[in-house]
């Protein structure tokens, strides 16, 4: 137990340690906190509305308390398929899987280490998904102190059994598959697989009705369909059970043995993880870690054969994003969600003809700074210029001593990144130009703009990941998971374009000339500033990167 309990300290110190953050980090880390917990007020304003139309439909036929078990049942799918790809990095392919495997320690011993990670982000999404909905329920119907105690210690013990569930199908596909030779496509599939599942979700929902129209839509629905949703949930006992347990309607010894039910089949569900752990945890790392590589040959001077230093750096670039599946999944593949949402928003009920029609109407100024304003959200969310120094890892001293300038290994870092953002570009521009037939004259203007954005947002990326950068990590999601760098760089894109934009919006003309060149200084100005940064730190920083 002692070895158990030390173990999953120094794991937790090596994701959540604060040792050799700069005073500068650790503020962006207050900044972040501060930023959710506004988030998070913004999503329970949003979530009031629904669940009081639904309390209203609902209560008087005394059903009330499937509110809290569609919520139940809902945050459960969603856990359940978006830790697949956490929980198989973390298990399988991090790089500290290694330096575990020959010390004395059981397999369920490391599992249990190995489940902080993916467990932070397990209860993230219950505490956003559930805490509001609990204490929204309990300020409608009026609840007792004791609702709340229960709420407070589901909300802490929920997650489990989900996460569980999730572990064990990984241990057993890991356990019996031969991943040793596909364990990069394992980790694409799994990624894309959660995404996909996601966007799933959003084409069911009805995306372009208020809240009003959806909580009265999904009060009727669940009133016709009560038998339906019991037998659903069943298949999750502790579903049942903590909506049995939270339901103030059923006498209190009813709702109290339904608690102690929860709370024992989380203890039996964990007793069994651990179990599970010890018997197939082994065998499916020896699966991982045994062969499994290509027979190519490769014939250096050929492949950069006539390429200039920058080209062929860039060309690594690329090929390391589009080859290693975590890199794939958060640079590429994130970064097609929003035109996917976008598409698919204009889809639902016909909003491209009402969309199309209003078009006509609108000036010129005011759509090409929609256009802008929209796009830079798009850029502004991709990770790939600020993981760029990040993503080398341990192997970035081998860059203080090739023979590149420093200027050339920085800049082809950010016109790589530009490159992949240009996936975004071309889905954007088919779906302004070929669905939404916005003018062409727009169209060419707006081109000319997002890759002027394009390139200024990549430059700062790069920018600010060489003054932060992340190069001790293990595994290859913590690039992405606990930084704040790309979060800073879209927010500080956001406020200074966006006032910008919203100046260029409230001044009195209407002249497209006008607002094309406003906004052509504005982005000129901005590229010209990035680069003199990046200059900077290729001639003065450079070496002292770390």
Known sequence: MNKTIQLSKIMMKMHFSWSGKSNG?????????????????????????????????????????????????????????????????????????????????????IILGKSIGPLVSVYGFTL????????????????????????????????????????????????????SKNKDRTKVFAGVFSLVFIIGVNVVIRLNQDAGNVSQDVGKWLAEQEHVLWNTTKFLPTIFLATESLNGQLPLWQSLLAFIAFILITLLSATIFLLAGQKLYYHGVRGVSGGGKSKKSVDIHSSNKNLTPFWSYTRKEVKLVFRTPSFFINCVVQNLFAPIFLAIMLFLDNGIGELTDQIGTVDGKYLLIGMIGFTLFVLGTNPTATTAISREGRSWFTNLYMPVHPKTILFSKAFSAFLIQGISLVILFAVFAFVINIPWIYIILWLCLALGTSWFSNLFGVYLDAKQPKLNWSDEQQVFKARFVPLQSMLIQACGFGIFLVIVWKLPFTSVAITMGLLLLGICSAIYLTQRLLHSIAKNEFHRIH
């Open 128 to 179: 956003f998904g559930l805490g509001p909905v609990f204490l929204l329920y309990g300020m409608y119907s009026g609840a007792s102190i004791g609702y709340y105690l229960i709420a407070l210690i589901t909300l802490l013990l929920f997650p489990i059994v989900p996460f569980i569930l999730a572990s064990i199908l990984m241990m057993i596909v890991m356990r019996y598959a031969n991943i």
């Open 25 to 109: 980090q650790k503020m962006n880390t207050v900044i972040i906190g501060v930023l959710t917990l506004l988030m998070l007020v913004i999503w329970f304003w949003f979530l009031d509305s629904i669940i009081a139309g639904l309390y209203t439909i609902l209560s008087p036929a005394g059903l009330s308390n499937m509110i809290l078990g569609l919520a139940l049942l809902l945050v459960s799918i969603l856990l359940l398929f978006t830790s697949l790809p956490s929980i198989l990095t973390s298990f399988y392919f991090s790089d500290d899987i290694e330096t575990y495997i020959p010390l004395p320690l059981h397999p369920y011993q």
